[in-house]
Structure formats: structure tokens, C-alpha cells
């Protein structure tokens, strides 16, 4: 029984790194999203500028006296690229809201393999909760994104009864002995 637990723990420490790094990509990504988003929310009025040679519009902020300040921009690829060739980096509001939702249900995957690798069992009501909460998580992920959230929720939830079973045995096993 032990060899088995010392698994469940080994394998929940790496899928625990796998979502401390995802975790981490989506904060990027969700930043990014969040000021592009705000950007265009903005409407910012844009005037052309001389960078390396080229010319590019930039969102103009304000003039402070004879200096005007423009917003930082990024150039990606070869010197003086515009913008606005990057579709890319135009997101819509569902984009930011789809991967804020998906960032609290890493956050919660993260907490329930967390449990998974620290408990001496996985047969715990606390890792049963942890992991009805990942469920519900999911599900408003499945609300955003559809099928596929939808389908890892009712996972997850089944896994939680198999969980629950598990931790009754595991209680009537401590009772017995």
C-alpha cells in the first residue's frame, strides 16, 4: 500500500510542476490580453513616429509643455515594424475573460495536487474538497470554452466520487483495525 501512495505522491509533485508553470504562462499571457484589451478599449489616438528609419503609429498619451508622451511599444521582428501588422496581439474581452477563468481553475489544480503530493494519503476529505472545487472551477472554464471544459469538469467529478469511496473504505479500514 505504501508503494502505491509514494506513486500518487511522486506523480502529483510533477503535475504539480507542470501547473506551477502553466499557471505562471497564463499570468503572462492574461497580462498581455488585459493591457492589449485596455488599449483598445482606449482608443488611443495614434500619430506616426520615426523608429530606426521606419515609420510607425504610436498611441499618443498626453503633452507635458512641448513634449508629448507616447505609450511604450513593443516592435517585434526587424527594426521599426508596425503594430498593427501583429493580429495577434488584438484580443477581445471573451479572450481575458476565457483565460481568467482558466487561470483560477490552474489555481485550483494546483491547490488539489498539492494535496495529492503532501498527504500520506489520498484517501483524505480534505483532497476530496480540494477537488470538488477543481470540478466546479472547471465547469465555469467549460461555460467559456465549451465541450472541452464541460468534459474535464465531469472528470474531475467523477474522480471525486471514486475519491469519496475511497476515503469511506479508508475510514471503515481505521475503524476495523
Known sequence: ???????????SKVIYILLKISFAAF???????????????????TEAVIVGGKTIE???LFK???VKIYMPVFIMGESGADLS???FLKFSFGDFLRTAFTIAALAHAKISFRALRDNSSPFREDVVQ???????ALLYVGVMTGVVGFLAA???????LIFDYGCALQNESDTTL
Open 85 to 87: 501588422d501583429f493580429d
Open 58 to 60: 504610436v498611441p499618443f
Open 130 to 136: 480540494k477537488f470538488k472545487r477543481l470540478a466546479i
Open 27 to 45: 499570468i503572462v499571457v492574461g497580462a498581455v490580453e488585459a493591457v492589449s484589451w485596455f488599449m483598445s478599449v482606449l482608443a488611443l489616438h
Open 154 to 160: 465531469g472528470i474531475v467529478w467523477v474522480l471525486c
Open 1 to 11: 500500500m505504501e508503494k502505491h501512495t509514494e506513486q500518487i505522491r511522486r506523480f
Open 64 to 66: 507635458l509643455g512641448e
